[in-house]
Nanobody, 123 residues
Framework: QVQLVESGGGLVQEGGSLRLSCAASGRPVRSYAMGWFRQAPGKEREFVGGISWSGGSTVYADSVKGRFTISRDNAKNTVSLQMNSLKPNDTAVYYC????????????????WGQGTQVTVSS
């Protein structure tokens, strides 16, 4: 089993930045793909981005491409999501996820989930 705990959420003004972190425990995730999803009120959970086990490959949703960056530190069992130029429609609960498989853009492609951290962007 893998336990994931997100941190770093909060309230930020439009155009601002936030950095989310996700700490994994239970077993090393250095061979796992890691990802981020988000869910706004009344909407389905959507893919934000993912990073391969080595960090050599990243995939982003079109809505965040060029603004968000995923990175990982396998020695520390952590993954981060740097969010710049935030917009009000980025407001959502952000979830960290991991899988021993490849990066997937759908929820069912991931095995482990954190509890989420709230990000609110005010206009």
């Amino acid at each position: 089993q893998v336990q994931l705990v997100e941190s770093g959420g909060g309230l930020v003004q439009e155009g601002g930045s936030l950095r989310l972190s996700c700490a994994a425990s239970g077993r090393p995730v250095r061979s796992y793909a890691m990802g981020w999803f988000r869910q706004a009120p009344g909407k389905e959970r959507e893919f934000v981005g993912g990073i391969s086990w080595s960090g050599g490959s990243t995939v982003y949703a079109d809505s965040v491409k060029g603004r968000f960056t995923i990175s990982r530190d396998n020695a520390k069992n952590t993954v981060s999501l740097q969010m710049n130029s935030l917009k009000p429609n980025d407001t959502a609960v952000y979830y960290c996820t991991s899988s021993p498989g490849r990066i997937s853009t759908v929820v069912r492609g991931w095995d482990y989930w954190g509890q989420g951290t709230q990000v609110t962007v005010s206009s």
